[in-house]
């Protein structure tokens, strides 16, 4: 699950000098940030060899199945998806929308529906009846809690060839392949959704009106990293208040009183 910051010039430069932060404007949506934040760390961890590494993977996966845990979460995101569906749908028949691309982006979203509404029950329902899984994890809460005196099965698991470990983790993670999918196309295509203004903060703060009769959901903030400023951002429907940090060397943050331009964008 890729982000990709657009831009004139090269990926990689941009990557390494501007920093993107992302704020959602509802519960909803930042159930889903933190839910892609963990897929991709678990996706990462997951193709080290590391015993260490995939101990974190594990850990990592126990976050999952915490954050997935809402039983309302399944329906909304198919919800969703539905919506989406519906609203591209009303859109043929358009000469300025292609039709090709348009189906092709319903293809995905009725892809994602079924996979997901497929999934019987509670999301990961399976994991949690799993007496090694929930040995590991009711110990991972511990301090310590999983030594290799404390759990002698998990400390002989962590012994296992990297080939081997790989193999269940991507087993126990392919549970919740159909909601992080979901979740990745919901979120693109909210990302996708927003326009890209410049912005000056006078005196290290923005203060602006939203426009009325949007419904923004996610506010995405560019900040170049040689600034050495970090962004304290408080919004509602209404109004967006930015209020630019300056990191000190001994870890304080500091108010901005410089003007200092950067990228916002609203996605609805």
């Known amino acids: 699950m890729k982000r990709q910051l ?9 990557r390494s000098r501007v920093i993107l932060y992302e704020y959602p404007l509802n519960e909803r949506i930042r ?18 060899k590391e015993a260490l590494d995939h101990h974190y993977a594990l850990s990592t996966l126990f976050e999952v199945m915490e954050v997935a845990s809402r039983s309302e979460l ?25 039709e090709a691309a348009l189906d092709l982006i319903v293809d995905q979203l009725n892809e994602r529906f079924d996979a997901l509404n497929g999934v019987a029950g509670k999301m990961g329902s399976a994991l949690s009846e799993s007496d090694f899984l929930s040995s590991v994890r ?30 269940d983790l991507s087993e126990w993670s392919m549970h919740y392949a159909p909601l992080a999918q979901s979740v ?65 060397a001994d870890g304080k943050l500091l108010t901005s009183r410089e003007d200092t331009p950067f990228e916002m964008t609203l996605c609805a």
């Not at 159930?31 to 080290?48: A, D, E, K, N, P």
């Not at 919800?79 to 569906?85: A, Q, T």
């Not at 809460?141 to 012994?159: K, R, S, V």
Request: proline share 3%; with cysteine.
């Open 31 to 48: 159930t889903y940030l933190r839910l892609q934040h963990l897929f991709v760390r678990l996706g990462l961890l997951i193709q080290r």
């Open 138 to 167: 009711s110990r991972s809460a511990i301090p310590g809690g999983t030594c290799e005196f404390d759990l002698p099965a998990y400390h002989a698991w962590q012994h296992h060839d990297a080939s081997s470990r790989q193999a």
């Open 184 to 248: 990745q196309l919901l979120l693109k295509m909210l990302r996708d959704s927003g326009s890209t203004q410049k912005v000056m903060a006078s005196a290290g703060q923005l203060q602006q009106n939203l426009p009325q009769g949007r419904n923004f959901q996610l506010l995405r903030l560019r900040i170049d990293s040689s600034l050495n400023l970090v962004p304290e951002i408080s919004c509602n429907r209404l109004l967006v208040v930015i209020r630019l940090m300056s990191h000190q």
């Open 6 to 14: 657009t831009s004139g010039y090269d990926h990689a430069t941009e």
């Open 74 to 98: 399944k329906s909304e995101v198919l919800k969703d998806l539905d919506k989406h569906k519906q609203q591209l749908n009303s859109y043929r028949g358009n000469p300025a929308i292609s």
